[in-house]
């Protein structure tokens, strides 16, 4: 196993490498902000780098791979939520969270090691901070929040290349940004590593860096003191999707190797967009998906997770709902061949063209035709174990003996508690005629003396 990624900062594709003397492999991968259900755009990202965690498995050792992921508990979306909400911070964070897990969970995605937040490592984002400011690469402004002098840094922009942009675009990047914020930094490009409390953040607030207010920290740090903490100073892998690029991987470059002087990152992988029907996701074109949705749909989380991985992840992926279709087939297909599989006698070569094109930048599109290129010659040279492991690297639930439990979305369960009822009340065109509804849904309820159950509907 030798698996290579395309460096978006070499700009080439490098084999990974595990450069500290434990030999443990160190990846960080930019986890989610937890104010609302992640889309499915998201989960491609989440999916892909549960691809890359297998793979670095497979590859180094299930004990020698360390993955990291945040969650970004506070910032203005997360504020904002709270308040429109009127419920604390920590209460709506700790909801989403949860979710968040219960997909991650359906979708087949390995937990991380350490999953830090935010509010949990204010102390650390301080202390970085702190060194920023002695070392001359960070400054307070009057209304208490500290900025990160983006021209101390002279390699700013070598990962996007935001220096070459900002010229083709006439500065469009630094006349927007100085726009945007009528604050207190000294240049249009500085970003915020601490933010001075404001009325609106209500009681969300801690003890600043040396000299600046009471307020929280910026977005960018958090990822670079939270790192730090729980992988060291210099990391083998750092992942997220393609808007990370800029600035927040550029930021966290920054205050990482001014704040210790060492590379942050060797290397860095970024994977692209999920367009649905063609299109780019947004709540106002109505095609902006959760899991939930899907699986309301009648999807299983094990074909959305297909379809996430089926096109090449450096490339934009058309999502459409045929391509769950498709997903639950190929399933079927790779369900029934391995039901028919021998426990032993098989050769692993078979797997090798497999192998090699996920080692080859994760091109998934190449492994699956190979994969099913072994499938429709027939089982040959090929047994259980050797199969499994070919899975295990995709993630696929293909176990029949457990099948997929999904939970009913609120939706139908709503449909199902007012056929409950009219059925109590013998109303029993209502209830047949919400019985047909629920089956549209993609759904069977299942009557019981005490109550009932839901099922999803079978084909
Ligand atoms: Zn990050």
């Known amino acids: 196993m030798a698996l290579k990624l395309y460096d978006s900062l070499a700009r080439e594709q490098r084999p990974v490498a595990a450069s500290h003397a434990d ?9 989610p902000t937890v104010y ?17 965690r297998r793979m670095l498995e497979l590859q180094f050792g299930s004990a020698k791979v360390k993955h990291v992921r945040n969650l970004t508990d506070v910032d203005d979306k997360t504020i904002r939520r709270s308040r429109e909400e009127k419920r604390p911070l920590a209460e709506v964070t700790k909801h989403w969270t949860d979710k968040f897990h219960a997909d991650c969970g359906a979708l087949n995605c390995l937990a991380p090691h350490v999953e830090p937040t935010a509010t949990g490592h204010i102390r650390e984002q301080v202390d970085m901070i702190d060194v920023l400011l002695q070392k001359g690469n960070a400054y307070r402004a009057a209304d208490g929040s500290v900025y990160f002098k983006v021209n101390s840094f002279p390699n700013y922009g070598r990962l996007s290349r935001v220096k070459e942009r900002e010229l083709q675009l006439g500065s469009a990047l630094v006349g927007k940004s100085q726009a945007a914020d009528a604050d207190e930094k000294e240049d249009g490009t500085d970003f915020a590593l601490w933010k001075a409390w404001k009325p609106e953040d209500g009681d969300v607030k801690w003890d600043g860096p040396t000299g600046a207010g009471a307020g929280r920290p910026g977005w960018h740090i958090e990822c670079s003191a939270m790192s730090k903490k729980h992988l060291g ?9 393609v808007d990370l690029l800029f600035p927040h991987h550029e930021n966290e470059i920054a205050q990482s190797e001014c704040c210790n002087g060492e590379t942050f990152s060797r290397h860095w992988y970024h994977n692209e967009h999920l367009l649905v029907d063609g299109k780019k996701m947004s709540k106002s074109l109505g095609n902006l998906y959760t899991l939930d949705d899907i699986v309301a749909k009648g999807s299983s989380p094990t074909a ?11 490339k934009q992926l058309n999502f459409t709902l045929d391509s769950l279709h498709s997903a639950e087939k190929a399933l079927t297909t790779l369900r029934a061949y391995r039901a028919a599989l021998p426990a032993s006698g098989g050769s692993p070569d078979t797997f090798a063209p497999f192998f090699a094109a996920l080692e080859d930048d994760l091109n998934t599109p190449a492994a699956l035709g190979a994969l099913f290129t072994i ?3 027939g089982a040959t040279g090929v047994d259980l174990p050797n199969f499994d492991r070919a899975i295990f690297a995709l993630g696929l639930k293909l176990d029949t003996a457990a099948p997929e439990k999904a939970e009913a979305p609120a939706e139908v369960k709503a449909l199902a508690d007012k056929r409950w009822a009219a059925k109590q009340a013998k109303d029993f065109a209502a209830a047949d005629a919400l019985r047909k509804e629920i089956a549209a849904a993609g759904w069977s309820m299942l009557d019981r003396k005490d109550g009932y159950s839901l099922e999803k509907a079978k084909g």
């Open 36 to 52: 609302a259900p992640a889309h499915i755009g998201n989960f491609r990202t989440f999916v892909i780098n549960d691809l890359i």
């Open 375 to 377: 499938v429709n010659r």
């Open 304 to 314: 959305l997770r297909y379809a996430l991985l089926s096109g090449h992840p450096r």
């Open 233 to 241: 100073e210099t990391i083998d892998l750092h992942t997220g999707a």
């Open 23 to 31: 030999g443990v492999f160190r990846f960080y991968n930019c986890g």
